[in-house]
Structures are given as structure tokens and as C-alpha cells.
């Protein structure tokens, strides 16, 4: 799956690429192709086997080699991130993710695609970078991780999937990775087009999307022209503090879901996981998940766009009681190169406070400018930055001093659009 990159990389090399249009500006290989699971416009592909709206924009690289379609994109960013407050924090970090895919259409339609998504994030510390109200998983094995965002591990998906076309917009497939991402949830947060140039995760992180990373999933799946059912075995367990290996599969916990795309510009879906012990430090509780979303995207016009997302995530542990969560996010490109972002979130937690039996209610505001700047046909990179507003409990002012504030500064570089 590595030398999908090293391919990948030689082909751009060589001057091979054809840059991938935008929805307002298909080239005839874009218009072409069809989506990787079923007979669909390929822009409704988003992470895993989850879909965005079909005016969803995607910024990647075509490269022909033999039989073979590569795709490819990168992200990188630098980041300067400060938290205030007695629980906050500040630092410069790198992060971001490369990927690379190699698609093969047999006769039929029927079609084999392989996928595999890097990432630079165990680069800045196995702790993260500072972001309050922020908990899941363990930085060091001993310890839960609480106002701390934890990286991605070095390899956040090497999958393989394979489709059957069964007629006119009906097909079956079925999609392995190690590590992948069940069908559960939306799309995870990276790839939504309302807040994936954002370097900063939601905090309702764990309640929607954090299995896109499982070290072993196994999904099945039935599409009708706008509807997709799909069942997902996959490993319950969270990735360890080592975030450079690939970890053993269990393949103990379940997902279902269901997908609709009522018009090009809605993506919806409702989900549901069985989890087995997916966490280090908890290791004889189990959940349940329930997730519900619904994403929209617009072409505007004139290099105008508009992309939002309204989601809900419920967990119920077999110890304890469940806990909600809702993010609303949204971005805006009021002129070409500028874009203007924001997400607003609550949730209930147990994690935050002393005493993880009580019941706390946190709310966070982000919001955020960017501008772009061509480097070349299938390069850019962006200058932007963002100011975060975080409200908790009154039995959380005391340990956070208040209702504090947080900031981020950022430089990317985009590759493949």
C-alpha cells in the first residue's frame, strides 16, 4: 500500500497529472468516472465508505498508469496553537495527512480501488496538541488525555475495496482496512468540506467520528441509486499510544448505517455501533453509539461555496450514563482563495471535572479566516487563523479559570488541487 505514494509522487514527477476539477469546472476525465462503491459522480466519495453531498468539491490529482487510475492529495500545516487559562497550553506543531489511491475498473462497471492515507501528526508527541474540553483515549498508557488533542497515528488507512455493478445505479462491495473506518457516523472531521481546512478538531471528536481510525474493519454494502445500507465488523479498541505500528485486529464490534442523498447538494445518515472496550484505560466498559447527520454543499458561482454540517452523536457505556453531543459546522468562500469558517458544539461529559460521576455541560465557538495563494497548477498554500470561545459548568469555572479563550495561527500547503 506505501508504494501507492512513491507512484504516485513519480507520475507528478513526470508531468502526468491531470488536476481534478472542481463541480464548476469538470474536465472530461472527472465527468467521467463514477464513484468507487456504485455508479455515482465520484465527488459523493468521502472517508471509509461514507458520502458527501454529490456538489461536494475534491481537490485531487488523476495520474494514468496502464489500467490503472492513482489519485492523489496532501495536506500539510504548520501550526501555532495557544489555550489560556490554568488548564490551557501553547504550541507549534505539524500536522495534516497524504493520500494516495490506485483504482482499476473491470468489465461491467465492477471496480477494485486501493487507499491509503498517512499522517504526520505522531511527529508533534505522543500529547498531543493543547485543546480545552477536548478527552478520549491516553497519551501515555497510564493517564486519560483531557484539554489535549491526541494525533493520528503514522497510518490512518490502508484499505481495499472491491464493487459489483448489479444494473443501473445498483451495486454491492465490500471494503477492508488496516487500519479503516466502519460505517458509522459522517465522513470523520478531516474530510468534511464545512471544517477540513480547520486544524482544529472538534471536541465532540469521540462522540461522531473517532473510529475512522481502527486497526481492523470489514464492511459490506448494498447501494440503490441514492441509498446505501451497509454492516461494518470492526475493532472496538482505540489505537494505543504507539502511534507508528499497525496494531492486531479483534473484529469484536458492530456498525450499521444507513445513507441518503435526497439531491446533489444533502448527504444524510443514521448509524449505529456496538463497541467493545474501546478504551485502554477502561477496558471493561463497553458502548453503544447512535449517530445521525446531515451535510450540505453548494456551488455558488464565481468560485463561491458553501458547505455545512449538522451532526449528532449519543453514547451509552455499560457503566454510567449516556452522554450527547451536536456540532454545527460551516464554511464560506465569499471570492475565490478566501474562505471564512466556524463550528459551534455541545456536549455532556464525564471526563472533565474531578469527580467523573457528575454530569458536566460544555459549549465551544470557533471561528476562523483563510486566504489562498497559487504556488503552481497543482499546488497552493494558505495563511490563516482562528479564535475559540469555550463556556463549561459553573463547577468547572474554578479549574478552568473562567470561560476561556483559545487561538490558532496556521500555514498550509495543499498539493493536488
Known sequence: MIGLL???????????????AMPHDHDAMTMAMTGVFGDYPMTRDASGTSWLPDASVHAMSHVMHGDWTLMGHAMLEGVYDWQEGPRGDELTFTSGMVMASARRDAGGGDTLNFRAMLSPDPFMGKRGYPLLLASGETADGVSPLIDRQHPHDLFMELSASFAWQLGSARSLFVYAGLPGEPAFGPPAFMHRPATMTS??????????????????????GWIQDRWKLEFSQFTGREPDENRY????????????????????????QASWADVESPEQLEPEVDERRISASALYGRDLGGGRELSATLAWGRKEPSEGSATNAIALEGAFEPARDWQVFGRIEWLETHELGEHHEDLDEVAKLSAGLRREFALGDRARVALGALYSLNRVDDSLRPSYGGNPHGAMVFLQFLAGT
Open 245 to 268: 505500528d499497525i496494531e492486531r485486529p479483534r473484529m469484536d464490534s458492530t456498525a450499521l448505517r444507513v445513507s441518503w442523498n435526497p439531491g446533489v447538494r444533502w448527504a444524510l
Open 199 to 220: 486544524p482544529e478538531a472538534p471536541i465532540t471528536h469521540h462522540w461522531l467520528d473517532s473510529t475512522h481510525i481502527t486497526f481492523g474493519v470489514l464492511t459490506a
Open 6 to 20: 512513491h507512484l504516485y509522487a513519480a507520475a507528478l514527477a513526470a508531468g502526468a497529472a491531470l488536476p481534478a
